[in-house]
């Protein structure tokens, strides 16, 4: 069973940066994606960044530019390299896993909060 554990959340100033950070434990094998979504309050859950597991990543038009997100498949750690932060990127962002090793059942981390201030 996969599970998953979002680290790195944190209070930063606008402008700044952050590196958020997940761990998979289980067998992640097979074609996967893996990636983060986040959710503000008041609103729904949304696609942050997404890498499938032969490295092919795609990016809300929010956060194209700057973040960044990349994955370890030895490790099964996927990373979220976030820079020039907004106000409007407060979330709590979670880690998703998708595919064969899930049993094509989405797999979520418990979220990891980053505040943004202006």
């Known amino acids: 069973q996969v599970k998953l554990v979002e680290s790195g959340g944190n209070l930063v100033q606008a402008g700044g940066s952050l590196r958020l950070s997940c761990a998979a434990s289980?067998?992640?094998?097979?074609?996967?994606?893996m990636g983060w979504y986040r959710q503000a309050p008041g609103k729904q859950r949304e696609l942050v960044a997404t890498?499938?597991?032969?490295?092919?990543?795609s990016y809300a038009d929010a956060v194209r530019g700057r973040f960044t997100i990349s994955r370890d498949n030895a490790r099964n750690t996927v990373t979220l390299d976030m820079n020039g932060l907004k106000p409007e990127d407060t979330a709590v962002y979670y880690c998703?896993?998708?595919?064969?090793?899930?049993?094509?059942?989405?797999?979520w981390g418990q979220g990891t909060l980053v505040t943004v201030s202006s």
């Open positions: 998703n896993c998708y595919g064969i090793a899930t049993g094509y059942l989405q797999v």
């Open positions: 289980g067998s992640i094998f097979g074609p996967n994606s």
């Open positions: 890498i499938t597991s032969g490295g092919s990543a």
